[in-house]
């Protein structure tokens, strides 16, 4: 790993408007984000857009390990954002809940 | 530069010599030897196969160049072109060419092809003056020069000889406006290939095209004593004409090897390293006759050609060629032929299988000895052509029905020898996976079918290339394919079959997919693949009486309509049976103006589609639409096409449109393992494409209704199988409710009926659903009467969404600015 890069964080919305098992996208500034939060409750924050022909990953079918985009079915894991179809990786966010229930994500500045 | 250490002298430039050399420069020896070719013609190397296209216009002359003189200079060849090789002193190592010069070897080569046969005709020859002008032989560039030179200023051509090469010069002469007969002495054409029966099909093809043709004719002397007048036959017939071409086989070029000592049969003898008794001279080609076998063809000179390159670079000194088995295929525009192996049957255990169909000009046979294609001739049709010869040629093993080896019968054409295939060809068209991808993944360790499928996407399109896809795969395994254990699963995160997976969640009362999974998964585990198919199983099994876990949907299903590729959607209302009014037309044009949908298409289904609705309007569309869903996204119950029917149509003979209606009407939405696309049409005329749909209902004469199960017109194309002709409309959805509960019930997911029918079979699914023989038709029906009366329409979740968010957008629609990359 290279030195940890300073990030900017930006809140999303409420984390109760994000269906359990289902993905929402948002806008962080100029960076488009898909948030997943499980059936089990952990929260994934990836790149909003599939790498291989800009499929919205949040619509995608998801479980505890992986999306599916919804237009070739091409596979990711939500906690790497690794391919497991060979595509190109989706970015990984670091994203928690804050105090007053917002999802907040955070965007590698500069 | 120093002196060679070994010298290579090739006597004969044309296809053997030529190729043979370009081995040898392949295998990087090129600099070690100084090669010496001798060739009688004075050109470069050419493609003698294409003369007959050369002949026929189909190709120009240039193009059939294989090796420019530029070629022999850049890899250091002496060409001697136009010299011949008189004598072989092989005691002295040297060749003695016709201009008197002699050349020293290490080794030689001998790769003088053969000669035109032509047999003792009187008048063919003129003393001193070699043919008779106006006759012809075709063998070189030289005789297609002089042939289309003469045929263009004379009007009739006699070919003596009715094989292989007569048939393609008979065929490019006519290129010229020449009227041409073909003599032949067997009973049949190309009787080295041909049993009488295609022979006598060929010949009717051949006719076809304007060549007359007598067979079982010996041509006795060629008449004109200035100018070519006509032939004579051994029967007195003459056949007038002004100029022949003597096409009645070939002749290995072995004299030169047998006035200097070889050991010469029919032609020069050669062992499995070609070569000769001698151990520094070896022969290839037409030349050579090797384990008693004289090749006239170009298949086995390539083979040989490898072989004498390994050998004599060293590069593989215990290379040995065994022998080739050839097939034919015949260059004659309008005539498509192929021909492998025994013409005959020989043994009275041969399988002999012949479909003969002498009106279209086809015929098509196959023999088969103790399990192994031994022969195989296709006439006409030579669409399996590439399979046979693989099947011919390595002993690949042949479908149990034999039939299939001549036609491609129900299943895609997937029984193409995989071995064959380009590494480049594309398998899976939808995702574009390539041959070379499929093999590389199985090679990285992949060595199951799903397992290879998940990662390439190979066979996740539309699916037809799957078998395809499984085949590959076993092949590139080389047998150590893994048996797939979750083959028989419904749904890949859950271990059972269907049959079980229903029984457990009936017994366990799983009324949720997390539920499924959690009861019956490993560890529990839930599983995004496996999602859609279960929450299209609970509905199956509990209708609505289940509790709806949005994120175990598609996402199609979510928002109930098919997403595009941009991310926006496309929304089809219903309009039952393809019918609509002026008052609907009006509002989806409203529609359209309104949220300026980009483009409104009629689909294949009657209906209309709205294209490029964002999803955040998905909502107000169906508002303003205030028409129900037409389902046109789901796994479901589609749309029922029909056609005007009695109604209008002056050919009708039952109310298509009316019962096409009230089908939608009842069965409107129902989920399945796949999709359901009906038709009814109301004569045999099939308007509708009935024959070709899921479900697909006839009205035939006498008010009866002819019931139409497993059709399909998309990816895979079959036509339906008749489940029953009945005497109602009533009847008719009757029926077509049991059928698509059963089917509902028992195919595999995404399995459509075009592979349900054929695998359960139509006389058991008749047994099953029109007799009744099991007793499951109330059960079927009464469930069946529950799922309709779950029906509701999913657009009206256009008043209350059903999660938050629901129709929120998932992707900006314009152009992403750049991501940052960490």
């Not at chain 2, 295998?27 to 070690?32: F, H, L, M, V, Y």
């Not at chain 2, 030169?256 to 001698?278: K, P, Y």
């Not at chain 2, 289940?546 to 926006?568: C, L, M, S």
């Not at chain 2, 009006?586 to 359209?592: E, G, L, Q």
Request: proline share 5%; hydrophobic share 40%.
């Amino acid at each position: 790993m290279s030195a940890p890069a300073t990030t900017e964080a930006f809140r999303l919305g409420q984390a109760t408007e994000l269906p359990p098992g289902e993905g929402r996208a948002y806008a962080a500034g100029d960076v488009q984000v898909a948030v997943f939060r499980t059936r089990t409750g952990r929260l994934h924050a990836v790149s909003a857009v599939c790498p291989h022909a800009g499929g919205p990953i949040a619509d995608g079918i998801a479980d505890e390990q992986v999306v599916i985009c919804p237009l070739h079915q091409h596979t990711y894991e939500l906690a790497t954002g690794c391919s497991r179809t060979g595509q190109p990786p989706l970015i990984v966010y670091s994203v928690a809940i804050d105090a007053e229930g917002f999802l907040v994500v955070q965007i590698p500045s500069g | 530069m120093p002196a060679p250490r070994n010298r290579l002298v090739v006597i004969g430039n044309g296809m053997a010599g030529a190729r043979t050399v370009e081995e040898i420069l392949e295998r990087g020896d090129g600099a070690n030897l100084g090669i010496t070719m001798f060739g009688e013609e004075p050109y470069g190397n050419y493609n003698r196969i294409l003369l007959s296209n050369v002949l026929s216009g189909a190709e120009d002359e240039s193009g059939i160049f294989l090796n420019s003189l530029q070629w022999y200079e850049d890899n250091g060849i002496t060409l001697r072109a136009g010299v011949q090789i008189t004598r072989i002193d092989r005691y002295a190592k040297l060749v003695y060419g016709s201009d008197g010069t002699t050349t020293g070897y290490d080794t030689l080569i001998i790769a003088t092809g053969s000669r035109p046969l032509v047999p003792d005709i009187k008048g063919a020859h003129r003393p001193n003056r070699g043919f008779h002008q106006g006759v012809f032989t075709f063998r070189t560039i030289d005789d297609t020069r002089a042939m289309t030179r003469y045929a263009r200023d004379h009007e009739r051509a006699v070919v003596i000889g009715g094989g292989l090469l007569g048939l393609e010069a008979a065929r490019g002469l006519q290129q010229y406006g020449v009227a041409v007969t073909l003599v032949h002495a067997a009973p049949h054409l190309m009787n080295q290939q041909l049993d009488a029966q295609a022979g006598a099909i060929l010949r009717r093809n051949v006719e076809a095209l304007g060549i007359d043709v007598v067979t079982d004719a010996i041509t006795t002397e060629i008449l004109g004593k200035e100018a070519v007048s006509g032939v004579k036959l051994r029967d007195g017939a003459t056949i007038a004409c002004d100029m022949v071409v003597i096409a009645a086989g070939i002749r290995p070029n072995a004299e030169l090897a047998a006035t200097s000592g070889f050991a010469v049969e029919r032609a020069i003898v050669v062992d499995d390293q070609m070569r000769t008794d001698d151990p520094d001279v070896f022969a290839v080609g037409e030349c050579a006759q090797h384990r008693n076998q004289v090749y006239g063809l170009v298949a086995p000179l390539w083979e040989q050609a490898k072989v004498l390159a390994d050998v004599v670079t060293g590069a593989n000194p215990k290379a040995a060629y065994h022998g080739s088995r050839t097939a034919t295929k015949l260059k004659v525009a309008g005539v498509d032929l192929a021909a492998m192996g025994l013409v005959t049957p020989e043994r009275d255990d041969d399988e002999f299988v012949v479909y003969s169909e002498p009106r279209r000009g086809v015929y098509k046979s196959v023999i088969i000895r103790d399990d192994r294609l031994v022969g195989a001739t296709l006439l006409g049709d030579v669409s399996k052509v590439s399979f046979l010869m693989q099947a011919f040629d390595r002993g690949l093993p042949l479908p149990e029905e034999r039939i299939k080896l001549l036609f491609d019968i129900g299943a895609p054409p997937a029984e193409v020898g995989v071995a064959e295939l380009a590494d480049t060809a594309q398998v899976c068209n939808c995702n574009g996976v390539s041959k070379a991808t499929l093999v590389k993944t199985v090679q990285s360790g992949v060595r199951t079918l799903s397992g290879v499928m998940d990662a390439t996407r190979a066979g996740k399109g539309c699916g037809s290339c799957k078998s395809l896809v499984a085949q590959i795969v076993e092949w590139a395994a080389d047998g150590e394919i893994e048996e797939d254990p979750s083959a028989s699963w419904y749904v890949p995160g859950i271990p059972l079959p269907k049959p079980e997976l229903m029984a457990a969640i009936r017994e366990h009362d799983l009324r949720s997919v997390s539920a499924v999974f959690a009861a019956l998964a490993p560890e529990g585990a839930d599983d995004a693949k496996s999602k859609m198919a279960l929450t299209s199983l609970l509905r199956v099994i509990w209708n609505h009486d289940f509790v709806d876990e949005r994120d175990a949907r598609f996402v199609n299903d979510r928002v109930h309509a098919n997403i595009q590729r941009d991310g926006t959607f496309s929304v089809v209302p219903q309009m039952k049976g393809g019918v609509t009014t002026p008052d609907q037309l009006r509002r989806i044009a409203d529609v359209a103006d309104k949220y300026a949908v980009p483009m409104v298409k009629l689909t294949g289904g009657q209906r209309i589609d709205l294209l490029g609705i964002r999803k955040e309007d998905l909502p107000k569309v169906w508002a303003d639409l205030d028409m129900p869903s037409g389902y046109a996204y789901g796994k479901s119950f589609r749309t029922v096409k029909t056609c005007v029917g009695t109604e209008y149509c002056r050919f009708g003979l039952g109310d298509s449109t009316a019962l096409g209606i009230a089908i939608e009407s009842r069965y409107q939405g129902l989920e399945g393992p796949g999709k359901m696309k009906l038709a009814v049409t109301g004569c045999p005329r099939n308007c509708a494409e009935a024959y070709v749909k899921d479900l697909g209902v006839v009205a035939v004469e006498g008010g009866r209704w002819e019931i139409y199960v497993g059709g399909a017109a998309g990816a895979h194309i079959r036509k339906g199988d008749l489940l029953a002709t009945v005497d109602s409309p009533e009847a008719v959805i009757t029926l077509t409710g049991r059928f698509l509960q059963y089917y509902r019930e028992q195919a595999n997911w995404l399995e459509r009926t075009y592979a349900f029918v054929p695998r359960i079979g139509i006389e058991r699914l008749r047994a099953i659903v029109v007799d009744d023989t099991d007793g499951l038709a109330a059960g079927l029906e009464a469930r069946m009467e529950e799922a309709v009366g779950a029906y509701r329409d999913p657009w009206r979740e256009r008043e209350n969404a059903i999660t938050p968010g629901q129709f929120r957008t998932a992707l900006p629609l314009t152009v992403l600015p750049q991501v940052p990359v960490r």
